[in-house]
């Protein structure tokens, strides 16, 4: 498929008429048009294309029918029907009443093209740029960020069905491109085995037959493993996804021994033998979904990081959505997101974020590096002197890192200074005092419980102790907690998200996917959002219910529910 650049289009003048006749108070679609513009031009989709060969659909009208179809729902069936169909979307796309639209198969062909580009940004960050035009969105206010789980599109299965729908998923591949082979090497009991899909319903329910089974499958899989490793056609079937994707599988699930008569016996692996989270495959369907849990929240899929800004002032809009696997710790995505947001010239002075995100490391890089200050609160000190009542904690001991020496409450000094790093990798300080020191303080029970009755401090870099102690200080404070406050309003967006744009269940399969899906999500949002506040619509505000309201107090429902 090949791209002419064409200039954006200007509304019929038949289209026009009709629409402001069927919505005389406009609606989201015709207001973004009036507002924006055409929002997207075929220039920024040119390299995705062929120069040469059939001409292809407006990439510009595609990418912005793609968030059409986001910010309802829709299938790519019933978004080509609301562009051959819907006024409100001809007037918005700028087409002809008669105008007959495109194939349903155009969408997701484009959404390949975007993620084989890698360009699925684009849909979020053309807004953006257009937003930061007209003084929308701007850079150096307040965001904040937080996370959300995102359910794969597969049902989840046991180990038994995993390493049985593995081998059925490459059995089917290899009779489509090897057939004749694989009719040679295919054993009879295979096809009543692997003819259907593996379902719980018609899986043995008695232990000891499952166990049998699932060695039965494995031994099946190692055989058809070494007859393609044999043939003259190895190099090309071993590519194969499926076959590719058993090979993992058996590795991760199974130890495989062949006896010297050739007898082959293959062992389920136990939980603790099996690899670790980020790497273990749960679907041969979608190798990129990941189990993972939070709290009481336990799901197969992804996690997704949503930004968006908070000032008092302005319409709150989404400036960033990373898309990652389940097992990605919040810890971990502070520095991309900011990477991001510099990228697209929209960090934040201010940017909130909860005690998941944050460790002494970040709040020092982000200061440094991208000149934001992180509010939220820090991990409290775990250690039994920190919360004895009084016992001696870190903050209690005052450091000296001109001279490497730190003082203890009772006013005695550090006998030893050394650099090293922790189990992390991470640099760290480790003190000790002088045993003779220690064990003759009367304060040592306060100090100390270690069989050797001295006193061993860890300490962070200097810019991470004290950064750290400091937000330690005034996390407790009345003021930290009314600024701290404004990060609970994201809660509202990620329920925005999960109610009205399926935030939560990926449509697709695959990460790259899900993370066009997400994209896509973001930008609809905004544009439902803008819509609002071009409109006047008031925020939302938390829903209190009726005998909430009755409350003679309002911190009596903040309160913590306890059963005396």
């Known amino acids: 498929m090949s791209i002419q650049p064409r200039q954006p289009s200007e509304i019929p003048e038949e289209t026009r008429r009709v629409a402001q006749a069927a919505f005389p108070k406009g609606n989201l679609y015709m207001r973004i048009r009036d507002e924006l513009g055409t929002l997207y031009t075929d220039e920024r989709f040119v390299d995705l294309f062929a120069v040469r060969g059939q001409p292809a659909e407006s990439p510009a009208r595609l990418a912005l029918v793609t ?13 080509t029907d609301s562009v051959r169909a819907r006024i409100d979307w001809k007037y918005a796309l700028g087409l002809e009443l008669t105008d007959p639209g495109f194939d349903f198969s155009v969408l997701s062909e484009f959404r390949d093209r975007l993620i084989a580009g890698q360009r699925e940004q684009v849909l979020l960050d053309t807004l953006l740029d257009l937003l930061k035009q007209k003084q929308l969105v701007k850079a150096r206010g307040r965001q904040r960020t937080d996370s959300t789980h995102v359910l794969a599109a597969i049902r989840e299965l046991n180990r038994l069905e995993v390493v049985g729908e593995t081998m059925r998923r490459a059995l089917n591949e290899l009779a489509d491109v090897a057939p004749d082979w694989l009719r040679t090497i295919a054993q009879r009991e295979w096809f009543p085995r692997y003819a259907q899909r ?7 329910k008695d232990p000891a037959a499952r166990q049998k089974l699932i060695e039965t499958i494995g031994i099946d899989g190692v055989v058809l493993f070494n007859a393609i490793r044999t043939t003259a056609e190895s190099e090309i079937l071993r590519k194969l ?6 090979r993992q599988v058996w590795l991760q699930q199974f130890y495989t021994e062949i006896a010297e008569d050739h007898t082959i016996h293959c062992r389920l692996r136990t939980d603790e033998e099996q690899p670790p989270g980020e790497l273990r495959i749960h679907s041969p369907y979608d190798p990129d979904a990941r189990y993972s849990a939070k709290r009481t929240t336990e799901w197969v899929g992804y996690k997704a990081f949503v930004t968006e800004t908070c000032d008092e002032e302005g319409v709150h809009l989404i400036t960033h959505v990373e898309t990652t696997a389940a ?18 010239n929209l960090l934040p002075e201010e940017h909130l974020m909860d005690a998941g995100f944050l460790d002494a490391e970040f709040l020092v890089n982000a200061r440094r590096a991208y000149h934001v ?31 490497q020496i730190v003082i203890c409450p009772r006013g005695q000094m550090s006998s030893s200074w050394t650099e090293q790093r922790n189990a992390a990798h991470k640099q760290v300080i480790q003190v000790k005092f002088k045993p003779s020191i220690c064990r003759a303080c009367p304060a ?27 937000v330690r200080r005034i996390q407790e404070t009345p003021e930290f907690r009314k600024r701290y406050a404004k990060r609970s309003g994201i ?4 329920s925005q998200g999960t109610r009205a744009f399926d935030l939560r269940q990926s449509r697709y399969i695959g990460l ?30 938390t829903r209190i219910s009726s005998f909430a309201r009755l409350a003679p107090e309002p911190a009596l429902i903040a309160s913590s529910w306890r059963v005396s």
């Open 198 to 204: 593996f379902d719980s319903i018609r899986l043995p």
């Open 241 to 246: 996804p499926g076959v590719e994707l058993l």
């Open 327 to 344: 097992v990605t710790q919040d810890v971990d995505m502070g520095e991309p997101i900011h990477a991001a947001l510099a990228e697209k």
């Open 444 to 470: 040592q029970a306060d100090c100390t419980r270690s069989k050797r009755g001295i006193r061993m401090l860890v300490l962070r870099p200097r810019e991470q102790h004290e950064v750290l102690q400091h």
């Open 67 to 79: 968030v059409f179809q986001f910010a309802e729902g829709l299938s790519d069936r019933q978004a």
């Open 491 to 494: 809660e509202g967006t990620l």
């Open 373 to 403: 200050e992180i509010v939220g609160p820090v991990k409290k000190d775990v250690r039994w002197q920190a919360n004895a009542g009084k016992g001696f904690g870190l903050s209690e001991f005052k450091v000296d890192w001109d001279k």
């Open 512 to 541: 790259v996917k899900t993370r066009l899906q997400m994209i896509a999500t973001a930008t609809a949002i905004d544009l439902h959002r803008l819509f609002d506040w071009w409109t006047e619509v008031p925020r939302a505000v």
